[in-house]
T-cell receptor, first 112, second 109 residues
C-alpha cells in the first residue's frame, strides 16, 4: 500500500517542545499539503508546497513550520508557539492532472 | 472570500431511505467542487467531482450555480454509507482545497 505515508501514528509531547511529523509520498506528485482536522471544524490548511524548495502558508500557519528539500518528503514541525497543538494532522499530495488530493493515514498529536 | 458550508453536523437516516447531504459555497470565480469521504478507520478519499458528472457508489451531486450548491444525493441509503462526508472547493488557481466542516452520515437499520 504505497501512496502517502505518515509517521508516527500517535505522538505525545510535553508542552514547550517542538515536534516533527513525517510525510512521504511515492506518487511523484509535485504538490503536497498539511491539514489539521478538529471535530466540528473540518480540515484547515496549515502549509502547502507546489514544488521542491518552495512552500506557502495556509490558513492557520502560525506556530508551524515546514521544509521541502525533496519531492517525496514534506515534514511538518509543530513548534512550542502553537497554542493548541493537540489535533489530528493529515498530509496530502495532489495529482496535477485531475486536482485530486490523496491523503495519508494521519498523525494524532497529543500535548501533555 | 471562498467558503464552503455544510449545515448539518450529523445526519441520521434509515437504511433504504433517501439521503441528501447539503453543501453551499461562496466563490467569486468559476467553481470546481468535490465530495470527499472518510469511512471509519480509513483514509480520507475522493468520492466524486462535479466536472466528471459521474455516479459513485450510487451517489450523485449536481452543481447548481444559481443556488451556489453542490448537494450529495443517494436514493437508497446503505449501512456501508455511514461515514464522514466533506464538501470541498478548489481555490488558489487550483492549488488549494477549501473544505467544509463535514457531515457525519449514520445509516441505521
Amino acid at each position: 500500500d504505497g501512496g502517502i505515508t505518515q509517521s508516527p501514528k500517535y505522538l505525545f509531547r510535553k508542552e514547550g517542545q517542538n515536534v516533527t511529523l513525517s510525510c512521504e509520498q511515492n506518487l511523484n506528485h509535485d504538490a503536497m499539503y498539511w491539514y489539521r482536522q478538529d471535530p466540528g471544524q473540518g480540515l484547515r490548511l496549515i502549509y502547502y508546497s507546489q514544488i521542491v524548495n518552495d512552500f506557502q502558508k495556509g490558513d492557520i500557519a502560525e506556530g508551524y513550520s515546514v521544509s521541502r528539500e525533496k519531492k517525496e518528503s514534506f515534514p511538518l514541525t509543530v513548534t512550542s508557539a502553537q497554542k493548541n497543538p493537540t489535533a489530528f494532522y493529515l498530509c496530502a499530495s495532489r495529482d496535477r492532472a485531475t486536482d485530486e488530493q490523496f491523503f495519508g493515514p494521519g498523525t494524532r498529536l497529543t500535548v501533555l | 472570500a471562498q467558503r464552503v458550508t455544510q449545515p448539518e453536523k450529523l445526519l441520521s437516516v434509515f437504511k433504504g431511505a433517501p439521503v441528501e447531504l447539503k453543501c453551499n459555497y461562496s466563490y467569486s470565480g468559476s467553481p470546481e467542487l468535490f465530495w470527499y469521504v472518510q469511512y471509519s478507520r480509513q483514509r480520507l478519499q475522493l468520492l466524486l467531482r462535479h466536472i466528471s458528472r459521474e455516479s459513485i457508489k450510487g451517489f450523485t451531486a449536481d452543481l447548481n450555480k444559481g443556488e451556489t450548491s453542490f448537494h450529495l444525493k443517494k436514493p437508497f441509503a446503505q449501512e456501508e454509507d455511514s461515514a464522514m462526508y466533506y464538501c470541498a472547493l478548489i481555490t488558489g488557481g487550483g492549488n488549494k482545497l477549501t473544505f467544509g466542516t463535514g457531515t457525519q452520515l449514520k445509516v441505521e437499520l
